[in-house]
């Protein structure tokens, strides 16, 4: 088993940033590849970035393309979201995953492992 750990959520208004992190433990393996998304209330769950084990391909949504950056730590076991730009539409519960198979992917079925999320509220 996997267990992931958001953090860095909290309230912001909007044209800041903040940075979430997420720390992976247990049967943890670089070769992951990891994913961020957040769900709205009354939305779907939704796809923002993804980053293969070595970091050396992301992926992004268009929503988020050029304001959030993925990255990661394997040496830690963390992925950060740096987000940038924010705007009130951003406001959700933000969760990082983990896809056993280490491909890029954008569908939430795809990952095997998921945190419990942390709050995003960005205020106008």
């Known amino acids: 088993q996997v267990q992931l750990v958001e953090s860095g959520g909290g309230l912001v208004q909007a044209g800041g940033s903040l940075r979430l992190s997420c720390a992976a433990s247990g049967r943890t393996r670089s070769s992951y590849s990891m994913g961020w998304f957040r769900q709205a209330p009354g939305k779907e769950r939704e796809f923002l970035a993804a980053?293969?084990?070595?970091?050396?391909?992301?992926y992004y949504s268009g929503s988020v393309k050029g304001r959030f950056t993925i990255s990661r730590d394997n040496a830690k076991n963390t992925v950060n979201l740096q987000m940038n730009s924010l705007k009130p539409e951003d406001t959700a519960v933000y969760y990082c995953?983990?896809?056993?198979?280490?491909?890029?992917?954008?569908?939430?079925?795809?990952?095997?492992?998921w945190g419990q999320g942390t709050q995003v509220t960005v205020s106008s």
């Open positions: 980053i293969t084990w070595s970091g050396s391909t992301t």
């Open positions: 995953a983990a896809d056993t198979s280490g491909a890029v992917r954008t569908n939430s079925g795809s990952y095997d492992y």
